[in-house]
C-alpha cells in the first residue's frame, strides 16, 4: 500500500498508464555505422508520421477539425527539408539519431521562442512535443495519447498538467495517481470537476508502478493497494457503490435554497475551468458562479484566444447559468499556470514571480482584449470581473482605470455593456489580507482564495509534497487571516466570499458561519455537499465553535476540534 493526499474524493480499480511528457532520458553516443543509424531515425519517423496521422484522423471524426489540423501540422513540421537536412547532417557526422532529433528540436525551439510573433512562439512548443515523441519512439518507450486510453485505466504521472488533463475522457479513467501536487493544485482541481478519484504526492510512485499493473485507489484517505488481491478488489468495488450511492443521496439538496440552520440565506455558487462546466453548477442547484478561471482558455489553446473567442466564452457561461451572476477571474497565468506560447521565462521563484495582475498590466495588450471581452459579455447578463493576486491599492488602481478606459472606447463604437459591472478583489496573499480594510473601500466584492492565502501565509509550496504537513487552512495565522478579510469586509458592506477549496470543506462551515461569510463558491460537484454541511448549523452553534477554535494553538487541535463537532 502507497500512502499519498486524497486529492479527489471516490474509489476506483484500474490498470496503469503512465503518462510523461518530460524529455526522455537517452545516453549520447557516437555511431560509427552512420547508414543503420539513418535506418533508426527514419524507421522512428515512419512510425511518428504513420501514428500521428492516425491520431488526426480520429481526432477528426471526435473531437473536431480544429484539434486535428495541429496533429497535421506535426507532420508537416518534421518533414520539413530543412529540419530533415539538419538532422541527417548530424548522424552522417556520427551522432546517434536521439542525439541529433534533440538538437535540432532544441535549436528550433530556443530560435521560435525568442519571436515576438505568437504564432510563431506557438511553434516551440509543437516542436517541443515532437522532439518528446520521437525520442520516445527512438528509445522503444510507450507513447500515450490521454484522450485514448481504454475503459478502467488508472493514469499515473510525475504530476498532471491542466494540458495534459485536457483531453481526458472520464468514462475511461478509474483514478488518478500523481508523485506530485497537493489537493490544490490544478491537476487536483481537475479531477474533482472531472468526478475522477485522485491520490496525489505519493512518494516514489515512479519507481513502484508500471504500465500495466493493477492498482486500487482510495481518493478520500488518500493511498493505494498495488496488484490488489481478489478480496481487496471486491472490497474496493464495493466501497466505490457505496459511495456513489452516498452521492445519489445528496441529490435531496438540489434545487433548495442554502440556508442555515436558523434560516438565514447565504450564496452557493460554482467553480468553473470552461463555459461548458456551468451548466453543471446549474444542474447540482448552484446559484451563479463564484468563480470562472479564465486561464483554461488560454491554455486549451495554441496562440492567444481573441477577443471575439472570449466574448462567446464569457457569454456562453452567462447564458448556461441563465443569467444568474458569473464572477469571471481575468488571467491568472503564472505559478503552476504555464501557458507555453507566451514563451515567458523560467524564473527562480515562480510563485513569487511575474504572474497574475503583475503579468496583465505589463502585458497591458492582453489585459485589454480580455477585460474588453469581459464588458461586451456584460451587456447580456451579470458579468462581475474578479482581479486574482492582489497585493496593493495600486494594482486595484489600475485595473479600474482600465476599465473606465475600455468602457469609454465601447461607449464610442456603440457598443454596450454593463454600466455598473462590478470589479472585485480576490483575496489570496497576506499583502492583500494585511490591507483589507483599504481594498474593501475600492473593491465591489471580496472572494477569499484559500488555496493561495495558505501557500503564501505558510510559505509552504502548494504542490510540495515535502512540506505539505504545514499547509493547512486550519493552521491559526490562515484562519486569522480568513475572519479578518471576512470582517471588513462585512465592515464595508460588500460581499465577501470564498472561491478556495476551504469553502468545501465540511468541517470549516461552522467557521465560515459564525465569521460571517456571505457567499461559498465550490466545485460543482461539491455544491450539494456544501448546501447539506450549511444547513446543519445555527449561527449561535456555530459560534460556540468559532469562539473555541480561535482559542487553540496547533492546527491539529483545531482538526480534532472539528472533526468531533461536525454534525453528519
Ligand atoms: C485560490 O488561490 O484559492 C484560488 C481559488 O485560485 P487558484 O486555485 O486558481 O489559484
Ligand atoms: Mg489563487
Redesign the pocket.
Known amino acids: 500500500m502507497l500512502q499519498g493526499i486524497g486529492g479527489s474524493a471516490g474509489y476506483g480499480v484500474g490498470k496503469v498508464v503512465m503518462i510523461s511528457n518530460e524529455v526522455p532520458v537517452y545516453e549520447k553516443k557516437q555511431v560509427m555505422d552512420t547508414e543503420s543509424e539513418m535506418a533508426r531515425f527514419q524507421k522512428a519517423l515512419d512510425a511518428f508520421v504513420e501514428n500521428t496521422t492516425a491520431m488526426a484522423e480520429k481526432m477528426k471524426r471526435e473531437v473536431g477539425e480544429q484539434n486535428a489540423q495541429i496533429l497535421e501540422g506535426h507532420v508537416m513540421m518534421i518533414s520539413d527539408p530543412f529540419m530533415q537536412e539538419e538532422i541527417h547532417k548530424r548522424i552522417e557526422a556520427g551522432e546517434c539519431a536521439e542525439c541529433a532529433v534533440d538538437e535540432v528540436c532544441t535549436m528550433f525551439v530556443d530560435m521560435f521562442s525568442q519571436t515576438e510573433d505568437e504564432l510563431t512562439r506557438q511553434r516551440a512548443t509543437d516542436i517541443g512535443d515532437i522532439r518528446v515523441r520521437i525520442l520516445k519512439l527512438l528509445l522503444g518507450l510507450e507513447d500515450v495519447n490521454i484522450s485514448d486510453v481504454p475503459y478502467g485505466t488508472i493514469l499515473v504521472a510525475k504530476d498532471l498538467t491542466p494540458s495534459m488533463t485536457a483531453g481526458i475522457v472520464k468514462e475511461n479513467v478509474a483514478g488518478i495517481l500523481t508523485q506530485m501536487g497537493g489537493k490544490?493544485s490544478h491537476s487536483a482541481?481537475l479531477a474533482r470537476a472531472l468526478e475522477i478519484p485522485a491520490v496525489l504526492s505519493v512518494e516514489n510512485l515512479l519507481q513502484s508502478v508500471r504500465s500495466g499493473m493493477m492498482v486500487a485507489i482510495d481518493g478520500c484517505e488518500g493511498y493505494c493497494v498495488l496488484e490488489p488481491d481478489q478480496e481487496t478488489t471486491i472490497e474496493y468495488e464495493k466501497k466505490r457503490e457505496e459511495y456513489l450511492a452516498s452521492r445519489e443521496e445528496l441529490k435531496v439538496y438540489a434545487h433548495k435554497e442554502t440556508v442555515t440552520g436558523d434560516g438565514k440565506r447565504v450564496e452557493l455558487f460554482g467553480n468553473i475551468g470552461k463555459p461548458q462546466e456551468a451548466a453543471k453548477v446549474l444542474e447540482f442547484g448552484g446559484e451563479g458562479i463564484g468563480?470562472f478561471?479564465t486561464e483554461f482558455l488560454f491554455m486549451d489553446n495554441t496562440k492567444l484566444p481573441t477577443e471575439e473567442e472570449q466574448f462567446l466564452a464569457y457569454k456562453e457561461a452567462a447564458s448556461q447559468i441563465k443569467g444568474k451572476p458569473v464572477i469571471i477571474r481575468t488571467l491568472?497565468v503564472g505559478g503552476d499556470k504555464d501557458i507555453p506560447y507566451l514563451g515567458l521565462e523560467k524564473e527562480e521563484n515562480p510563485f513569487l514571480g511575474y504572474r497574475a495582475v503583475r503579468f496583465c498590466l505589463k502585458e497591458e495588450n492582453i489585459y485589454r482584449i480580455q477585460l474588453r471581452a469581459l464588458l461586451r459579455a456584460s451587456a447580456f447578463s451579470d458579468i462581475r470581473i474578479m482581479v486574482p493576486l492582489v497585493t496593493c491599492t495600486e494594482e486595484l488602481h489600475r485595473v479600474k482605470e482600465l476599465v473606465e478606459e475600455l468602457k469609454g472606447e465601447l461607449e464610442q463604437e456603440g457598443i454596450s455593456y454593463k454600466k455598473d459591472i462590478q470589479v472585485g478583489v480576490m483575496i489570496?496573499t497576506p499583502a492583500a489580507s494585511e490591507i483589507a480594510d483599504l481594498l474593501a473601500k475600492e473593491a465591489d466584492f471580496f472572494s477569499i482564495?484559500?488555496?493561495?492565502?495558505t501557500q503564501y501565509t505558510m510559505a509552504v509550496d502548494r504542490g510540495n509534497a515535502k512540506v505539505a504537513y504545514l499547509y493547512s487552512p486550519y493552521q491559526p495565522s490562515v484562519l486569522r487571516s480568513i475572519k479578518r478579510i471576512i470582517e471588513e469586509g462585512n465592515k464595508a458592506g460588500i460581499t465577501v466570499g470564498m472561491?478556495?477549496e476551504a469553502a468545501a470543506d465540511p468541517l470549516l462551515i461552522p467557521l465560515l458561519i459564525s465569521f460571517g461569510l456571505g457567499e461559498f463558491s465550490v466545485s460543482p460537484t461539491s455544491v450539494l455537499q456544501t448546501r447539506a454541511a450549511i444547513s446543519k448549523w445555527t449561527k449561535e452553534q456555530a459560534d460556540k465553535v468559532a469562539d473555541k477554535v480561535m482559542s487553540m494553538t496547533t492546527a491539529k487541535e483545531v482538526e480534532m476540534y472539528l472533526k468531533e463537532q461536525s454534525i453528519s
Open positions: 490544490t482541481i468563480l478561471r491568472d489570496e482564495g484559500t488555496n493561495d492565502l472561491c478556495g
